[in-house]
């Protein structure tokens, strides 16, 4: 198993840059998942590490030697695509001993690579089955499987997931966060738009930006209670994260946030004397609103309620902004439409951003 480095990489077709100065360091045993929206160069940047794509610029190490100019098949790396990819007129040991036979491993060798990985990814029963005869969570089971019988330095899943519905995705990523247990050692990377798998498998994110590389590295909850910007801010949480236009009227260890046409928003981002009457955007996300009898952050009236059962998602349309405000709260709260919510939220709660960035990060 190895680490590998990305040293000022860059992606560019023509004139049109993808991926602009992608600085990152992967220990061994880490799984690192890429995220961000369309278009942001998630897939390409995984395609860059395994060889299927050049890179125009900057460097890129497999366990400290430069593997820029090395061909795909010697890198020691195994991709398991967003496709299946398998051979339906092979069985699914025939599927799994492919790679090896080709590598002229001896049959003992590919007999016990095939036994190991059928057993951690519970396959024993379906060897001699072809792929028509398997679900679609099967199937993906058996290209893991395909990359874990060869062994390599680094795995790389680009949207493995993406093909099956919501309850094998959801059996599927359990099977894949065990997988990584029984493989504590391996290094992977894993590329997804879904966000619940980022924060349920990763040891640590990088979100990418369109055009701008890297907004954020990070464990899960450091991006989800410490984003640098607003932009990672409101991509890692789902519904996103409101932002509130507002101005400081108080700083110190507590920071008073006039809002915006609303009330006054309290928070633990410490300020300086100098910061008073700073422009800035105070970000609260909606499972962190409070409803409240006074001294109300945000009042207005519910346009829309989704009642989920274990939480009730309430809309609100903000005067003189063209993006609403959403509060979850837990629990059901039935004929709020059409009502007055008064909020507020705990002074810990709330992030403050100037000029996009957050003001923790000064």
Known sequence: ?????????????????????INLDIKQGELIVFVGPSGCGKSTLLRMIAGLESITSGVL???????????????????????????????????????????????????????????????????????????????QRVAIGRAIVRDPKVYLFDEPLSNLDAALRVATRIEIAQLKENMPESTMIYVTHDQVEAMTLASRIVVLTVGEGIGQVGTPLELYERPENEFVAQF????????????????GAETVVQIDGGGLARSTVPTESGDKGLKVRAGIRPEDFIPTDSDAIFSGEVEITEALGE???LYFRRNGSDHGLIAKLPGIHANLRRTTVSLTAAPEKVHLFHNGRSLLYR
């Open 311 to 313: 939480v009730t998602q």
């Open 236 to 251: 890692i949480g789902s519904p996103a994260m409101n932002l509130l236009d507002g101005e400081i009227v108080q700083t």
């Open 61 to 139: 190490e497999i366990d400290g030697q430069r593997m820029n100019d090395v061909p795909p098949a010697e890198r020691g790396i195994a991709m398991v695509f967003q496709s299946y990819a398998l051979y339906p007129h092979m069985t699914v040991r025939d599927n799994m001993a492919f790679s090896l036979k080709i590598a002229r491993k001896s049959p003992e060798e590919i007999d016990k690579a095939i036994t190991r990985a059928a057993e951690i990814l519970q396959l024993t029963p379906y060897l001699d089955r072809l792929p028509k005869a398997l679900s679609g969570g099967q199937r």
């Open 1 to 21: 198993m190895a680490d590998l480095k990305l040293t000022h990489v860059e992606k560019a077709y023509g004139e049109v840059k993808i991926l602009k100065d």
